[in-house]
């Protein structure tokens, strides 16, 4: 079974701040998730990754893949991007399984 | 893009009764996904549920503690039976779906679980 870890567990920062969350799996993977979840529990996705970088407005997400490794960036940050942010692995294409979660990444940007 | 709902949002039920949660999507998908979130964790896949077949259930889970039906396309249900204050949770359904040429995953609002 794939092991998901994410850091940091809180994160705490000021608006415009340049904010990397890090998540490691241990297992192959055929896709990595990163979502974001907001107070109330609704997700969402962000991104999905199978090698390289996306870009999607202020936010990067960059998976190695050799490594088992991935990370979030968001760039000059806002008090609107405050929520947990989710990283989630799954070992098949095309969403033919479910995914695996890490335990969330709780970002607080202060104005 | 998919868009799914969930009924009820919310319940507060007695230590023993049942609950089934439906979970609806507005275009046809063969997989559906059902997950718990337990107060502090990660979400933990219960089982998939692909019509036409029974549902798979994850490590942990059976089927006489959590009925699937998944009766087409765009519905499923997820009953939770016998249910005791460990069964307090939010309970999501969740989709992949291709948007714009990409694979990605849709989750419904949830459904938040206090059992007394």
């Known amino acids: 079974k794939n092991e998901v870890e994410q850091s940091p567990q809180n994160l705490t920062a000021q608006e415009g701040e340049f904010i990397t969350i890090n998540c490691s799996y241990s297992v192959g993977i055929s896709a990595l998730h990163w979502l974001q979840q907001h107070p109330g529990g609704g997700i969402v996705s962000l991104f999905m990754?199978?090698?390289g970088k996306k870009k999607h407005g202020r936010l990067i997400a960059t998976i190695n893949i050799q490594e088992k490794h991935s990370s979030l960036h968001i760039t000059a940050s806002h008090p609107r991007d405050s929520a947990v942010y989710i990283c989630a692995v799954s070992g098949r294409g095309g969403g033919a399984d479910g995914l695996t979660f890490g335990k969330g990444t709780h970002l607080i940007i202060q104005p | 893009s998919a868009v799914i709902s969930q009924k009820p949002s919310r319940d507060i039920c007695q230590r023993g009764t049942s609950l089934t949660i439906q979970c609806q999507v507005d275009?046809?998908?063969?997989?559906m996904f059902w997950y718990r979130q337990q107060p502090g964790q990660s979400l933990t896949l219960i089982a998939t549920?692909?019509?036409?077949?029974?549902?798979?259930?994850e490590s942990g889970f059976v089927i006489d503690k959590f009925p699937i039906s998944r009766p087409n396309l765009t519905f499923s249900t997820l009953t939770v039976s016998n249910m005791s204050p460990e069964d307090s949770s939010i309970y999501l359904c969740?989709?992949?779906?291709?948007?714009?040429?990409?694979?990605?995953?849709?989750f419904g609002p949830g459904t938040r679980l206090t059992v007394l």
């Open positions: 969740s989709v992949p779906f291709q948007w714009t040429g990409e694979d990605t995953q849709y």
């Open positions: 990754l199978s090698s």
């Open positions: 275009s046809q998908v063969t997989m």
């Open positions: 549920a692909n019509q036409g077949s029974e549902a798979t259930y």
